[in-house]
């Protein structure tokens, strides 16, 4: 199965689009058809389609509208992807 190198919790990062998050939920999901396994992700950034439900069926918690997503295994990879920060810089230029 292509979920079985995640974990839930894990940080990772989806394709395409490089976007970050922590995964909330692995696991088929009926309403979404194609069978197979589904990995739930709670984004970073407001980037997603969904706030963990999928036709009134929760599946996890996101802070927020847009903030989740449900994705092939195939595209998340899990690992060390912290959150970037997007005011930081790396200019030694600017104060």
């Given at each position: 199965?292509?979920?079985?190198h995640?974990?839930?919790?894990?940080?990772?990062?989806?394709?395409?689009?490089?976007?970050?998050g922590?995964?909330?939920?692995?696991?088929t999901?009926d309403e979404l058809?194609?069978?197979?396994?589904?990995v739930g992700?709670?984004l970073?950034?407001?980037?997603?389609?969904?706030?963990?439900?999928?036709d009134?069926?929760r599946y996890?918690?996101?802070?927020?509208?847009?903030?989740?997503?449900?994705?092939r295994?195939?595209?998340?990879?899990?690992?060390?992807?912290?959150?970037?920060?997007?005011?930081?810089?790396?200019?030694?230029?600017?104060?």
């Amino acid at each position: 199965e292509s979920t079985q190198h995640l974990t839930l919790h894990d940080r990772c990062q989806v394709q395409p689009g490089s976007r970050r998050g922590e995964i909330a939920y692995i696991g088929t999901i009926d309403e979404l058809g194609g069978g197979g396994h589904w990995v739930g992700v709670i984004l970073d950034e407001p980037l997603g389609r969904t706030d963990g439900c999928v036709d009134s069926v929760r599946y996890f918690e996101a802070p927020g509208p847009n903030r989740g997503g449900f994705f092939r295994g195939k595209n998340v990879e899990g690992g060390d992807f912290p959150e970037i920060d997007i005011f930081a810089s790396d200019s030694e230029d600017e104060l």
